[in-house]
């Protein structure tokens, strides 16, 4: 737990893997400023690095958000003509 200008931050870790599962926050958006807790599931290992596929965020206790990642790409390879200018 530490503090920030907007709050305190606490973070939560699993006690069995060590990975960070949760935090809670004073978040500023453009619509407003919320409590926030955020909570990381599903670790996966993508090229030896575990990442959460899914994180799921509440607002002021309410569900605000539920993601699932489907894939995960650790510096893939991008075709230069997606940075090309638009004709």
Do not use: C, H
Request: aromatic share 14%; proline share 5%.
């Amino acid at each position: 737990e530490w503090d920030r200008p907007s709050g305190k931050v606490k973070l939560y870790f699993d006690a069995g893997t060590k990975m960070l599962v949760a935090a809670k926050y004073r978040a500023t958006t453009m619509q407003g400023i919320f409590e926030e807790e955020r909570r990381w599931s599903d670790f996966r290992e993508v090229e030896g690095v575990k990442l959460p596929y899914r994180w799921v965020t509440y607002r002021d206790g309410a569900l605000f958000s539920d993601q699932t990642v489907t894939e995960v790409k650790i510096n893939p390879t991008v075709d230069a003509g997606a940075f090309a200018k638009p004709q």
